[in-house]
Protein backbone atom coordinates (compact mmCIF):
# COMPACT_ATOMS: atom_id res chain seq x y z
CA UNK A 1 0.00 0.00 0.00
CA UNK A 2 2.54 2.22 0.74
CA UNK A 3 4.62 1.92 -2.86
CA UNK A 4 1.12 2.96 -4.41
CA UNK A 5 1.04 5.63 -2.47
CA UNK A 6 4.39 6.77 -3.44
CA UNK A 7 3.97 6.08 -6.93
CA UNK A 8 1.07 7.71 -7.65
CA UNK A 9 2.37 11.59 -7.18
CA UNK A 10 4.43 10.36 -9.66
CA UNK A 11 1.96 8.71 -11.99
CA UNK A 12 -0.21 12.01 -11.69
CA UNK A 13 2.87 14.27 -12.74
CA UNK A 14 3.38 12.26 -15.70
CA UNK A 15 0.13 12.66 -16.95
CA UNK A 16 -0.13 16.04 -16.11
CA UNK A 17 3.25 17.11 -18.47
CA UNK A 18 1.42 16.41 -21.51
CA UNK A 19 -1.25 19.08 -20.79
CA UNK A 20 1.53 21.49 -19.55
CA UNK A 21 3.78 23.42 -21.49
CA UNK A 22 6.48 25.64 -19.86
CA UNK A 23 7.30 27.58 -23.03
CA UNK A 24 6.26 28.03 -26.49
CA UNK A 25 6.60 25.49 -29.16
CA UNK A 26 9.64 26.21 -31.20
CA UNK A 27 8.86 26.36 -34.89
CA UNK A 28 10.21 23.38 -37.20
CA UNK A 29 13.24 25.21 -38.32
CA UNK A 30 14.61 28.73 -37.52
CA UNK A 31 15.62 31.95 -39.84
CA UNK A 32 18.69 33.69 -40.50
CA UNK A 33 20.57 35.95 -43.26
CA UNK A 34 23.40 35.57 -45.35
CA UNK A 35 25.02 37.63 -47.29
CA UNK A 36 25.28 37.18 -50.93
CA UNK A 37 28.53 39.69 -50.49
CA UNK A 38 31.41 37.75 -48.29
CA UNK A 39 34.42 38.52 -47.32
CA UNK A 40 37.48 36.22 -48.62
CA UNK A 41 38.09 33.12 -46.41
CA UNK A 42 42.43 33.35 -45.98
CA UNK A 43 42.19 37.24 -46.78
CA UNK A 44 44.17 39.89 -44.07
CA UNK A 45 42.72 42.98 -43.78
CA UNK A 46 44.84 45.84 -42.02
CA UNK A 47 43.87 49.23 -40.86
CA UNK A 48 46.91 50.89 -41.97
CA UNK A 49 46.09 50.65 -45.81
CA UNK A 50 42.77 50.71 -45.52
CA UNK A 51 39.54 52.45 -44.01
CA UNK A 52 38.22 51.19 -40.90
CA UNK A 53 34.50 51.40 -39.80
CA UNK A 54 32.58 50.27 -36.32
CA UNK A 55 29.42 49.12 -37.54
CA UNK A 56 26.50 49.50 -34.44
CA UNK A 57 23.48 47.17 -34.03
CA UNK A 58 21.04 49.43 -35.07
CA UNK A 59 17.99 50.92 -32.67
CA UNK A 60 14.74 49.18 -33.49
CA UNK A 61 10.98 49.88 -32.29
CA UNK A 62 9.09 47.79 -29.99
CA UNK A 63 7.72 45.30 -32.48
CA UNK A 64 11.29 44.59 -33.68
CA UNK A 65 12.82 43.76 -30.51
CA UNK A 66 12.26 40.60 -31.03
CA UNK A 67 13.06 37.34 -33.13
CA UNK A 68 9.69 37.24 -34.50
CA UNK A 69 8.74 38.14 -38.23
CA UNK A 70 6.18 41.02 -37.79
CA UNK A 71 3.33 41.52 -40.67
CA UNK A 72 1.35 44.67 -41.18
CA UNK A 73 -1.71 43.45 -41.65
CA UNK A 74 -3.72 46.67 -42.12
CA UNK A 75 -2.65 50.29 -41.52
CA UNK A 76 -2.89 50.37 -37.66
CA UNK A 77 -2.54 46.53 -37.08
CA UNK A 78 0.90 44.19 -36.47
CA UNK A 79 0.40 40.71 -36.08
CA UNK A 80 3.49 38.15 -36.53
CA UNK A 81 3.98 35.33 -39.09
CA UNK A 82 3.14 32.09 -37.78
CA UNK A 83 6.30 29.48 -37.07
CA UNK A 84 8.45 32.33 -38.50
CA UNK A 85 11.44 32.86 -35.91
CA UNK A 86 14.88 34.46 -36.19
CA UNK A 87 17.98 32.37 -35.03
CA UNK A 88 18.43 36.29 -32.62
CA UNK A 89 17.02 39.40 -32.94
CA UNK A 90 16.41 41.12 -36.20
CA UNK A 91 18.82 43.83 -35.68
CA UNK A 92 21.79 41.68 -35.05
CA UNK A 93 21.21 39.47 -38.06
CA UNK A 94 21.53 42.70 -40.51
CA UNK A 95 24.53 44.48 -38.55
CA UNK A 96 26.45 41.30 -39.43
CA UNK A 97 25.15 41.54 -43.08
CA UNK A 98 25.74 44.82 -43.33
CA UNK A 99 29.53 43.80 -41.66
CA UNK A 100 29.80 41.53 -44.12
CA UNK A 101 29.05 43.39 -47.33
CA UNK A 102 30.86 46.86 -46.43
CA UNK A 103 34.23 44.36 -45.90
CA UNK A 104 33.22 42.16 -49.12
CA UNK A 105 31.97 45.37 -51.26
CA UNK A 106 33.90 48.26 -50.05
CA UNK A 107 37.21 46.99 -48.61
CA UNK A 108 36.31 48.09 -45.63
CA UNK A 109 37.95 47.05 -42.22
CA UNK A 110 35.11 46.53 -39.66
CA UNK A 111 36.19 46.80 -36.53
CA UNK A 112 34.73 46.18 -32.93
CA UNK A 113 33.77 49.43 -30.61
CA UNK A 114 37.21 48.00 -28.66
CA UNK A 115 39.43 47.92 -31.32
CA UNK A 116 38.68 51.65 -32.39
CA UNK A 117 39.31 52.95 -29.27
CA UNK A 118 43.14 53.23 -30.77
CA UNK A 119 42.71 53.15 -34.39
CA UNK A 120 41.19 56.74 -35.99
CA UNK A 121 37.90 54.93 -37.21
CA UNK A 122 34.25 55.62 -39.05
CA UNK A 123 31.00 54.90 -37.65
CA UNK A 124 27.89 53.68 -38.93
CA UNK A 125 24.99 53.89 -36.66
CA UNK A 126 21.22 53.67 -37.62
CA UNK A 127 17.32 52.86 -37.06
CA UNK A 128 15.75 49.59 -38.67
CA UNK A 129 12.41 51.21 -38.95
CA UNK A 130 10.98 48.25 -41.03
CA UNK A 131 11.91 44.30 -41.34
CA UNK A 132 9.19 42.42 -41.98
CA UNK A 133 6.18 41.46 -44.19
CA UNK A 134 3.72 43.91 -45.55
CA UNK A 135 0.06 41.90 -46.08
CA UNK A 136 -1.70 44.22 -48.53
CA UNK A 137 1.35 44.73 -51.27
CA UNK A 138 2.43 40.81 -50.64
CA UNK A 139 6.25 42.44 -49.97
CA UNK A 140 9.14 41.71 -47.88
CA UNK A 141 9.88 45.14 -46.62
CA UNK A 142 13.56 46.63 -45.14
CA UNK A 143 13.97 50.50 -44.56
CA UNK A 144 17.03 51.37 -42.67
CA UNK A 145 18.10 55.05 -41.53
CA UNK A 146 21.52 55.42 -41.37
CA UNK A 147 23.92 57.22 -39.74
CA UNK A 148 27.68 57.86 -40.92
CA UNK A 149 30.12 59.38 -39.17
CA UNK A 150 33.37 59.23 -41.69
CA UNK A 151 37.15 58.78 -40.38
CA UNK A 152 38.31 62.25 -38.67
CA UNK A 153 34.56 64.05 -39.50
CA UNK A 154 32.55 65.47 -36.58
CA UNK A 155 29.32 65.95 -39.00
CA UNK A 156 26.76 62.92 -38.78
CA UNK A 157 25.34 61.95 -42.45
CA UNK A 158 21.85 60.81 -42.41
CA UNK A 159 20.16 58.88 -44.93
CA UNK A 160 17.48 56.27 -45.87
CA UNK A 161 17.35 53.15 -47.65
CA UNK A 162 14.52 50.91 -48.34
CA UNK A 163 13.92 47.31 -50.28
CA UNK A 164 10.55 45.99 -51.21
CA UNK A 165 10.99 42.24 -52.31
CA UNK A 166 7.38 40.44 -53.50
CA UNK A 167 6.55 37.54 -51.19
CA UNK A 168 4.76 34.25 -52.70
CA UNK A 169 3.17 33.88 -49.25
CA UNK A 170 2.53 35.01 -45.79
CA UNK A 171 4.63 32.23 -44.36
CA UNK A 172 7.69 31.46 -42.48
CA UNK A 173 10.15 30.24 -45.44
CA UNK A 174 8.67 33.17 -48.20
CA UNK A 175 9.22 35.40 -45.44
CA UNK A 176 12.91 34.30 -44.58
CA UNK A 177 14.24 33.99 -48.50
CA UNK A 178 11.98 37.79 -49.53
CA UNK A 179 13.59 39.43 -45.97
CA UNK A 180 17.26 38.14 -46.67
CA UNK A 181 17.05 39.06 -50.27
CA UNK A 182 15.48 42.74 -49.22
CA UNK A 183 18.36 43.31 -46.49
CA UNK A 184 21.22 42.39 -48.66
CA UNK A 185 20.01 45.01 -51.56
CA UNK A 186 19.73 47.47 -48.85
CA UNK A 187 23.20 46.77 -47.26
CA UNK A 188 24.53 46.51 -50.92
CA UNK A 189 23.24 50.14 -51.38
CA UNK A 190 24.75 51.31 -47.90
CA UNK A 191 28.44 49.92 -49.02
CA UNK A 192 28.46 51.65 -51.58
CA UNK A 193 26.92 54.81 -50.01
CA UNK A 194 29.84 54.22 -47.51
CA UNK A 195 32.67 53.76 -49.79
CA UNK A 196 31.95 56.56 -52.25
CA UNK A 197 34.64 59.04 -50.50
Excluded at 1 to 24: E, T, Y
Excluded at 66 to 76: D, E, N, Y
Aim: hydrophobic residues 45%; positive net charge.
Amino acid sequence: MQHSLRLFPIAAALALSGCISFGAKPPPSLLTLNATAQPQPGRTQSSADARSIVVQTPAVSTALATARVPVQATAGTVAYVKDAQWTEPPARLFARLLSDTLTARANIVVLSPAQSVSDPSGNLAGELRSFGLDAPTRQAVVIYDAALTRVNATAVEKRRFEARVPVSAIDAASAGASLNQAANQVAAEVASWVAAR
